[in-house]
């Protein structure tokens, strides 16, 4: 089934581990986007890549890292967790339309839980 | 700044018609989206305008007004499964989506 994968589910992380969400697509799809979803405020874009080997800041960078080897995956990692990056991270895609891009797919979404 | 602003919470009857209201000031504009979002899931996407008017899709209609920087979800005949959360986003001149908060309806019986 075309679509798009996350994992894990949810993880309760100790705060200074050092941990990597796992995002794969099967769409085919150039562009992808890591959020997180936060009570109360909208979805805020981490980092994105409009395409395999580029990856772009979005508007909360700080704390995470990307890297886009091929089409299909995009892990986002968090080299040292803190409390505040506790969240509901979403991975999505979409692919290129003429003028801009199409609508965005996402995943399930990861529960994270930094103690 | 960019921002969009939408209605936290909504409450409505089984059967009636809702509005959900969202107002955006965005550096460019390349189209405005609307997702559902049901409590525990990921966002579905549910209509997209990007010229003035009404777009009808079903019992949901959305519509746009680029001068007023508004837009409007209006969604038919609720069922209780369309209690969810309804989410505005624009896309902006470097094709990146800015965000509502989201509005969360609640339909009665």
């Known amino acids: 089934i075309a679509g798009i994968t996350q994992a894990p589910t949810s993880q309760i992380l100790a705060a200074g581990r050092r941990m990597t969400l796992r995002c794969t697509q099967d769409?085919?799809?150039?562009?992808m986007y890591w959020y997180r979803q936060d009570l109360g405020l909208g979805l805020r874009l981490i980092h994105y890549s409009n395409t395999a080997g580029t990856t772009g800041k979005g508007e909360v960078p700080d704390g995470y890292s990307v890297s886009r080897a091929n089409t299909d995956d995009f892990p986002l990692t968090l080299a040292s967790a803190v409390p505040s990056q506790t969240s509901v991270y979403f991975c999505?895609?979409?692919?290129?339309?003429?003028?801009?891009?199409?609508?965005?797919?996402f995943g399930p979404g990861t529960r994270l839980t930094v103690l | 700044g960019q921002n969009i602003d939408q209605p936290t919470e909504m409450t409505a009857t089984e059967g009636a018609i809702v509005q959900i209201n969202c107002t955006y000031q965005t550096s460019g504009f390349n189209g405005l989206f609307w997702y559902q979002q049901h409590a525990g899931e990921a966002p579905t996407f549910l209509s997209y305008?990007?010229l003035d008017g009404l777009e009808e899709k079903g019992r949901f209609s959305s519509f746009l007004s680029r001068s007023k920087g508004y837009s409007y979800l209006l969604l038919k005949e609720l069922q209780m499964k369309d209690s969810a959360s309804y989410l505005c986003?624009?896309?902006?001149?470097?094709?990146?989506?800015?965000w509502g908060a989201g509005t969360k309806l609640i339909i009665k019986p």
């Open positions: 999505a895609s979409s692919d290129r339309e003429s003028g801009g891009w199409s609508e965005q797919f």
């Open positions: 305008n990007v």
């Open positions: 769409m085919r799809h150039n562009a």
């Open positions: 986003a624009v896309k902006d001149s470097n094709y990146q989506l800015i």
